[in-house]
Every structure is written in C-alpha cells, then in structure tokens.
C-alpha cells in the first residue's frame, strides 16, 4: 500500500496544509480499521508513511502527497465494497458463477 | 409534484464475512453475543438508491428507520453519513426483539409509513442473517401499495416508478404508480462507503425515537422457533480404485 503524506508533528505553525494533512491522517486511520490484514498493520505502515515525508515544506509538494492520499481513500473504498460484493455474489447468486464458470452444466 | 419523502428501512444484521457462526447449545437460536454486528448489506444497497434519487432532485428527504435495541442506531447513523437527512429509531429490546419477525417489522414500518406520508419505502430485498425476503412484500400489503421487488434499476417518471426486476428467468420491467414499496437486489447500485467527515456531520441530524406501541403496532409474534441445527458437517470423501468399486460401495451406501 502506497501513503504519502507531510509533517503531522509540524513545527511550521504557518503552513496552512497542516489541518488538511491531520484530517488526511484521521480520514485514513478510520479507513483502515477495517483493513483486510488488520488494524494495526494498517496503522504502522500509516505512520511510517507520514513520518517519511515529515520534513517535506514545499506546498505545492505537500498538495501532491494530500492528493495521493485521497487517492488512497477512494481505493480502500472500492476494495472494502468488491470484497462485500464478491461475499454476496458467492452466498446468493451461486448458480449465476457456477454458470459463468460452466461448472454444473450438462455436456452435450 | 415531486414526490417528498423516502422511507428507508434498515435491518441490523451478524457481519457478512464472520468466519464462525455458532448454534447456541439449548438449539434456540445463533450465538449473537460479542458477534460483530453491521448494516445488512442490502440495506446499504437501499440507503445508497435513496440517496441517489435526492441528488438527482426526485425526492426532497430521505428518512432511515430501524426497529431494535440501541445498537441499531450505529446503523440509523451510517446511513445518516451516506446522506439521509433524518433518521427514526423504533425502539424494540429483549424477549420482544428476539421474537421480532418480518410481520412485526412491517407492521411498525407501515404505520410509519403512513403516519409520515412517504412516498416511498425502500429496503434491501432480504436480510442475510434470517434470509426470509419477506418484509418489503409485507409492508407493501399492509399499506396496499404497489410493490417493485428485486430491483436492480429504478428510475422515476413523473408519478410512477420504473423498476427492472431481477427475476429467474432475466429481467422483468414493469411501471408502478407511487406510494409504493421498493426491495433492492445486489446490483441496483454500488453503496457508497461512509467517511470519517461524513460521519462527523452526520452526528448533528436529528435522530427521533419512539415505540412500537406509539404506532399502534402490537408485537406479538405468531412465529415459535422450535429448534435450530447446525448443517452437518461435511465428510470427507472417499477414494475408490475401480468403477466396480465405486459401484459396490453406493449400493452398501444405499444410494443405489
């Protein structure tokens, strides 16, 4: 999993981005709780990720990463949907798959 | 004149992906205790189509309700953060919730219903934890509305509602006047996933709360469960070298 990011412990009392990236972090920390391989898994690489770019100062850099990071929210969103999706789709709809996989058919 | 409001009715369901699910040992019911509980999936489909239709300016609000105990409205609250604009918790606990069944349900959402004059009432088609596809075709007899169930396209014409139906044999199209009762199928649309900022703005929209009895609902249950069994539990097969073999062996067996 790829995570950008910029100073979450700033110094840079001036940097307006700093509310943004906060709401980055905590929008994705809510996110990966429910990540496939666990909730801290998910938070470890997290912080990792954001620690890396803790002394990135250029904004125009730092709306990048943020962007990443958006990017990301919308990734997780789409997994954590085809996941429920595909657990459905096997639950209810087993003849439809084993259709498409032409399992069950009658050879002629 | 565009229709006002949509009803939305949740159901609080076991997690969908639970690795383990367990009789419990009187055989009275599934273990539900300490057993992570969420939306049902095909109320989020539900909430997700209402929403849709409020963007697209049919409706002017949508109203998530849920019948049970206070964990439910964890679930009236993630649909609040999908995008309804209000929800209604009707409060049911204990001995009455466990013995809550579809008939109960619809009742407490017709009367709903009624009371609040929607125009439509939109719920996942059936609930994966009971599996009964039952509640939305009630709630429609109740209220004597038109019902479009199954559906996995809906599309609003003026007064009545175009529904393209998920049936055996394909898909059925078919045009129902409005009030009417809605049931969403897995591919009505994809549900939108409630972020955090969602979340934090849902928390200021209002959450009524009343009870069964307030609608005039009685909860009394005509349904007794006698006994719940686990499916037995799946042998391991049995290699054979020859037909002959295999032949002699589905004959012990009595199969053949």
Redesign the interface.
Known sequence: MVVKADTVSGSDMANPLRKEVRQLYKNLLYLGREYPQGADYFRERLNSAFMKNKYVTDPKEIRKLVDCGEDVIKELGTMYYLREYSIMKKRFYEEELLGLLNIGRPTD | MSPASVFVCLSLTLL??YPVIRVKPDNSGVVTDGVKHSMN?FCEIAVEEAVKLKEKKFIKEVVAVSCGPTQVTETIRTALAMGCDRGIHVEVSGKDYEAMGPLQIAKIFAALAKKEEASLVILGKQA?DDDCNQTGQMTAALLDWPQGTFASEVTIDGEKVKVVREIDGGLETIKISMPAVLTAD?RLN????A???N?MKAKKKKIANMKPADLGVDMVSRVEVLRVDEPPTRLAGVKVETVDDLVAKLKANGTI
């Open positions: 969908s992906d999936p994966i897995l994809t549900p939108r996933y972020t955090l900022p979340i």
